[in-house]
């Protein structure tokens, strides 16, 4: 089981997410073990002020570190292992297919922080997290949104949690990094808009073959950046070769 721990201002935010779809089955499954910790739950004062104004001036508010530092330090003694502290920031290294295995496989449980407001008090992450993690190079309200997006990530790549586990590998970005394959389903005709004749055919290396092509049609396209670290056969250097000859 993967247990992950999310410190939260709004516990509530995880509600519904947490009691649907893939995430609702990986739970069922004893594969995901997910707690949210409120913040507001480790402050002091009847008012349980967890923000405060930042030092040297400025617009909005900061996180204060002393909940989060007591929040952390609550989960590391309640917990039966080792916790890897990610502080979700859009200050941190960009989340991939890769870190998320990295997540799956790693014994440690995992603990998020979701930061909000102006931003989290810096001695956060530079001495309670691990690392500082970002899904995309924008600003939210908060951390909570891409805490779901980390957890959903992870979770598809636990064992039992996907009804077909050759869903995981062909995903974009995940065996050998590229954008995965177009998808097609019935009917074979619509609105005069037809499925490809070779995956009507029957013949499965052709099928392999087209759908290969395509995957690196797709990336070539769209993320050539992929291509560079990706893992690439003789044959899909010479596809490569053809399609950039294509589009010459």
């Known amino acids: 089981m993967k247990n992950c721990h999310v410190l939260t201002l709004f516990p509530g935010f995880f509600s519904s997410p947490l009691s649907e779809t893939l995430l609702k089955r990986a739970r069922e499954k004893g594969a995901l073990d997910v707690s949210l910790v409120d913040i507001r739950g480790f402050t002091e004062g009847r008012h349980k002020t967890a923000d405060d104004a ?16 007591r929040a952390v330090e609550a989960v590391r003694r309640s917990s039966q292992a080792e916790v890897r502290v990610v502080l979700l920031s859009p200050q941190g290294k960009l989340f991939s297919q890769e870190t998320a295995r990295e997540y799956a496989e790693n014994p440690k449980d995992l603990v998020l922080i979701c930061g909000r407001y102006e931003g989290v008090d810096e001695r956060v992450a530079a001495h309670l997290a691990d690392e500082e993690l970002s899904i995309g190079d924008y600003v939210l309200s908060g951390g909570e949104a891409p805490a779901l997006v980390v957890l959903e990530a992870v979770a598809r790549l636990l064992p039992g949690v996907l009804g077909a586990e050759e869903s995981a590998r062909q995903d974009s970005f995940s065996e050998h990094g590229i954008l995965d394959h177009p998808h097609y389903t019935r009917p074979p005709e619509f609105e005069g808009m037809k499925v490809p004749d070779v995956l ?8 392999r073959k087209w759908r290969r092509r395509e ?10 950046d992929l291509l560079a670290r990706a893992s690439l056969t003789e044959e899909d250097k010479r596809i490569l070769k053809d399609l950039e000859a294509e589009s010459s």
């Open 54 to 69: 930042p030092y040297g001036g400025g617009a909005g508010m900061v996180l204060k570190p002393e909940p989060i530092f």
């Open 200 to 207: 009507l055919s029957g013949n499965h290396e052709e099928i």
């Open 215 to 224: 995957a690196l049609r797709k990336t070539l396209a769209a993320r050539p």
